[in-house]
């Protein structure tokens, strides 16, 4: 019903960028959390960045300022580019959202929260 489908993850040198892509799908109405994780190799999957609906972003502790999350509530997708990236961002990078959403039949409303995948990336020094 509904699917966050991640894209953008890679292998880069340090130093380098990547733009990390969270689409959703599904009956959606309205996503009212929409945020990036990460989890690297033996530590805890942590919040690295969200944005609002109104396509406000939020950065926790664990954000370098080389981070930025941006949204296109058109196409249900937020993004997360990446900027002189180094070795200890490695990761798999998640996205996640509680998502209000119509039953398959149009149904009822529901409101659940969804993870993507995962995607990796990978810095190389």
């Known amino acids: 019903q509904v699917q966050l489908v991640e894209s953008g993850g890679g292998l880069v040198q340090a130093g380098g960028s990547l733009r990390l892509s969270c689409a959703a799908s599904?009956?959606?109405?309205?996503?009212?959390?929409r945020g990036w994780y990460r989890q690297a190799p033996g530590k805890q999957r942590e919040l690295v960045a969200d944005?609002?609906?109104?396509?406000?972003?939020d950065y926790t502790d664990a954000v370098p300022a080389r981070f930025t999350v941006s949204s296109d509530s058109r196409k249900n997708t937020w993004y997360l580019q990446m900027n002189s990236l180094k070795p200890e961002d490695t990761a798999v990078y998640y996205c996640n959202a509680d998502v209000t959403f119509t039953g398959s039949t149009g149904v009822g409303i529901y409101q659940l929260n969804y993870w993507g995948q995962g995607t990796q990336v990978t810095v190389s020094s």
């Open positions: 599904g009956s959606i109405l309205s996503m009212n959390f």
């Open positions: 944005i609002t609906s109104g396509g406000n972003p």
